[in-house]
């Protein structure tokens, strides 16, 4: 009896410990793991100067994403699992990311463009995660955490991941800064908000925008792949 109470004694003692030691990135990350595990919905919404874009996702826990990603009329579907991913552009039938992204022969569409940027695209849980270690001091109040972004953290968003080539836009004086909250251990809401000019052939051009995304349909989240799309991603 006296051994069986000192082992929960020294147990719980342990997990204070622990819990005493634990971080604000040690929370987020701690946060976006346990939601990715459940599966959840987002609406993300982006506004930059007099332009404002709304667009839904969905993730299931066994990493499965899905993305509807609406520009105007137009609405671009994507599902990505692991490496593979399937895109149905506007007006298209199903295609894989592969397929879109490739060279063919040097040719830079505006497909081909488009391919870059949705092979970046993050689930929500993923991305808080990666943004978890691209700041400076993280501030927690509440359930609440704040922190400014590094600068290469910013340019890494602006530039789609890092887009290469001679074409590709010159990206200085980057400021931003991410809010995260939390509710019952899990992500619920965060907010980028970027700064930076952008120089293309000679140009500058200050934009700032700012994206707000927030997960709804926690452990409730499921996905119907259409066949077609089924088939790129195998």
């Known amino acids: ?4 109470l000192f082992f929960t004694v020294a147990t719980m003692a342990a997990a204070s ?14 946060a976006a793991k346990a939601l990715a595990a459940k599966g959840y919905s987002w609406k993300m919404t982006i506004e930059t100067g007099n332009f404002s874009n ?10 499965l994403v899905h993305f509807s990603l609406t520009f105007g009329d137009n609405t671009t579907e994507v599902f990505f699992k692991g490496e593979k991913g399937a895109v149905k552009l506007p007006d298209q039938d199903w295609q894989s990311l592969a397929d879109l992204t490739a060279d063919n022969g040097g040719q830079r569409g505006r497909g081909r463009f488009m391919g870059r940027m949705l092979r970046n695209l993050k689930a929500p849980a993923a991305q808080v995660e990666e943004l978890a270690g691209k700041t400076k001091e993280i501030r927690k109040e509440g359930s609440t955490y704040t922190a400014e972004l590094t600068e290469a953290a910013i340019k890494d968003l602006l530039s789609f991941g ?10 200085s004086n980057a400021k931003g800064t991410v809010r995260i909250s939390l509710r019952d251990g899990l992500l619920s809401k965060y907010e980028l908000k970027l700064q930076a000019t952008m120089t293309f052939n000679g140009q500058d051009q200050d ?10 349909g926690v452990g409730r989240t499921s996905l119907d792949v259409p066949p077609e799309a089924k088939e790129k991603l195998s």
């Open 162 to 171: 890092g887009r290469r080539g001679g074409n590709a836009p010159d990206i």
């Open 54 to 63: 709304t667009s839904e996702g969905q993730a299931d826990k066994d990493g």
């Open 207 to 216: 934009i700032s925008p700012t994206t707000t995304i927030e997960i709804r």
């Open 17 to 30: 410990l622990l819990a005493a030691d634990s971080t604000p990135k040690d929370d987020l990350i701690a």
């Open 1 to 4: 009896m006296k051994q069986s």
